[in-house]
């Protein structure tokens, strides 16, 4: 059974879209659709409750970001393929089917990607590395650009081919389809999501705990979701440039990702948090909910 699991904040006309995509290119086998709804003003649950009658609704008193959102919706959740989907996607075709078979057909990954497609028509750049001390000075100093083949493009993988199968470190959280027996190598598959990255870098940091365990993420161009793109965060970002380096340094230190000690960590988040700064035009504290980061 698949279990659809859609996190929302004030984005009511493309959950609805999304929503309604989902009922027009439905999987074969069962299936059910769980939102989860952080605390919206403008509307958003009320009109799920309306109009989608069928799906599972979760009101949340307020909002408690991407990470714990998602995890009220995986412990509401029954079935043994579990997706995560952003409410600024829609379905076109078949792709949900798909994509079931794409992981049954490969049992050695825990997780897949799909290819999004932007509104222009276009395959969005939606792959990367997992951070490294290289990867990150390469992107804060462009040098992947200059050097695509090198360590310094490792986090922003310029080459990588989106029109080929094939393993992706770090798929945008956009459409990532889970095996329910891969969530549980890693942790409680009710609540896979570390809340200490409420908005930023959960999906991440729960793809390089299932790539350490041995189940890593395929991405699969033949499944392909339009992507309209970062509807909750657009609403305040600067704040989420903020989240999002903070939860980057979060990141490296949790997972030990930046060789050297201590000095060389300080000095990583130091240059981090200036480049938030420079980014946002200004400090910004507090966030909101979802993106590719840095």
Known sequence: MLSILIVNWNT????????????????SGPYETIVVDNASSDGSAEMVESDFPS???IRSPRNLGYAA???????AAS?????TLNPDTEFFDD??????????????????????????GETQ?????????????????????????SSV?????PLFDYNRPQDAPQPMGTF???RREALETVGDPRAPFDETFPIFFNEVDLLLRLWRAGWPCLYDPTVQVRHLGGASTRQVRPQMIWESHRSLVRFLEKHGLVPGGRLVQGLLAALLYAAAFLRARGYHGGFGADGHHL
């Open 12 to 27: 009511r006309a493309a959950l609805a879209a999304c929503l309604r995509s989902i009922a027009d290119h439905p999987p």
């Open 55 to 57: 799906v599972r609704l």
């Open 69 to 75: 959102g998602n995890n009220l919706a995986f412990a």
């Open 79 to 83: 079935g043994d393929r579990l997706l």
């Open 95 to 120: 792709s949900l089917d798909r994509a079931l078979r794409s992981l049954d057909d490969h049992p050695r990954h825990g997780a897949l990607a799909a290819r999004l497609i932007g509104p222009d």
């Open 125 to 149: 750049r939606s792959v990367r590395g997992f951070p490294s001390l290289a990867g990150i000075l390469g992107e804060l100093g462009g040098l992947w650009r200059l050097f695509p083949r």
């Open 153 to 157: 493009a490792s986090y922003r993988l």
């Open 176 to 178: 990532l389809l889970f």
